[in-house]
């Protein structure tokens, strides 16, 4: 059955459980509106670890045809795959005289919401750059299983939006060429993804079209779109200021990631009959000076289409 961490929460007894699930969904808009579907052995039913299915990669055809005559056959190819459900999160050690002392936000809760934050970060950082063949411990991304497929687009030259300058010369060709990226994918997207650099000079291109406008989500958070699509700020990579989403240094070029969330696209995978977060806090009731509470989850992530996610390359940002 898929679910989104909102469901799962109703499934959720545990007041701090809760507020784990919750703390996830309002730190990241991706962890928001992803879907996760189980990951159900095909024998006992019960959880795996192991999620398979099947990408489409081409699409069909049709055309007209004669009296009398037959129609070219063709079929939509398809792949299989599979993907490892990963287990990622972080622990952290209090005192119990610490955790007794009070003040203004209690330890265990800065804890436990740092804790949370470093887990969503990695989170989305592996969504765009996982690579199980550089960590084994880690799931499959985005830059992965996009490169090289028809939604990988490079403009001619590289789109100058490095100063407002450059900007006010090159927003139009940098939307044209967006257009054209968007064109490639199988349907609108559910978001754009990138880092706070072209967030801010995509932001700036959209204005001077008048295709800028800004919305609340339902945690109050400003969420700004183009063309009713949101834009999205990854962020830095956890326990760094180096963004999720690249810059080359030598060049101050940047890629823009395209997705269309759902379960005949792009989602989330997780473990059947769990919350796809966890959380372990740390028990003082019981011997022992030092208690140790950790924050957990279980995940991947699979793109059932590859037309269901893009990548744009060539964005001069710096």
């Known amino acids: 059955m898929a679910i989104t961490l909102e469901e799962a929460k109703n499934n959720v007894q545990d007041d701090l459980q809760l507020g784990v699930i919750d703390e996830f969904q309002k730190s990241s808009w991706l962890l928001d509106n992803l879907t996760f579907d189980d990951a159900i052995s095909p024998t006992g039913g019960g959880a795996t670890l192991t999620y398979?299915?099947?990408?489409?990669?081409?699409?069909?055809?049709?055309?007209?045809?004669?009296?009398?005559?037959?129609?070219?056959?063709?079929?939509?190819?398809?792949?299989?795959?599979?993907?490892?459900?990963?287990?990622?999160?972080?622990a952290y050690q209090i005192?119990?005289?610490?955790?007794?002392?009070?003040?203004?936000?209690?330890?265990?809760?800065?804890?436990?919401?740092?804790k949370i934050k470093a887990a969503q970060t990695l989170f989305s950082d592996?969504?765009?750059?996982?690579?199980?063949?550089?960590?084994?411990?880690?799931?499959?991304?985005?830059?992965?299983?996009?490169?090289?497929?028809?939604?990988?687009?490079?403009?001619?030259?590289?789109?100058?939006?490095?100063?407002?300058?450059?900007?006010?010369?090159?927003?139009k060709v940098f939307l044209d060429e967006l257009d054209n990226f968007l064109a490639l994918l199988d349907g609108r997207p559910s978001a754009l993804l990138m880092n706070t650099k072209l967030w801010a000079k995509f932001r700036a291109a959209a204005r001077r079209s008048a295709s800028f406008t800004e919305t609340k989500d339902r945690f109050g958070q400003?969420?700004?779109?183009?063309?009713?699509?949101?834009?999205?700020?990854?962020?830095?990579?956890?326990?760094?200021?180096s963004p999720i989403v690249g810059i080359n240094a030598t060049t101050g070029v940047s890629p823009l990631y395209a997705v269309r969330l759902g379960m005949d696209g792009f989602h989330g995978v997780s473990m059947a009959g769990r919350a796809p977060v966890e959380s372990y806090m740390p028990d003082f009731t019981i011997p022992g000076a030092v208690k140790t509470g950790e924050v957990e989850m279980v995940a991947a992530v699979a793109l059932k289409a590859t037309k269901a996610a893009g990548i744009m390359r060539g964005l001069k940002v710096q």
């Open 95 to 114: 005192d119990r005289i610490i955790a007794g002392m009070g003040g203004i936000i209690s330890e265990v809760t800065l804890q436990t919401q740092q």
């Open 222 to 241: 400003n969420i700004t779109t183009y063309d009713d699509i949101p834009l999205i700020d990854l962020g830095a990579k956890p326990g760094s200021n």
């Open 52 to 90: 398979g299915y099947t990408r489409l990669i081409t699409q069909p055809t049709a055309a007209f045809r004669a009296v009398n005559s037959e129609y070219v056959p063709q079929e939509v190819k398809k792949q299989r795959y599979t993907c490892d459900l990963k287990v990622f999160g972080g």
């Open 126 to 171: 592996t969504v765009i750059n996982g690579d199980s063949g550089v960590d084994a411990n880690a799931f499959d991304g985005l830059e992965k299983a996009v490169t090289g497929s028809t939604t990988e687009f490079t403009p001619g030259a590289a789109i100058d939006l490095s100063s407002s300058a450059a900007i006010d010369s090159n927003y």
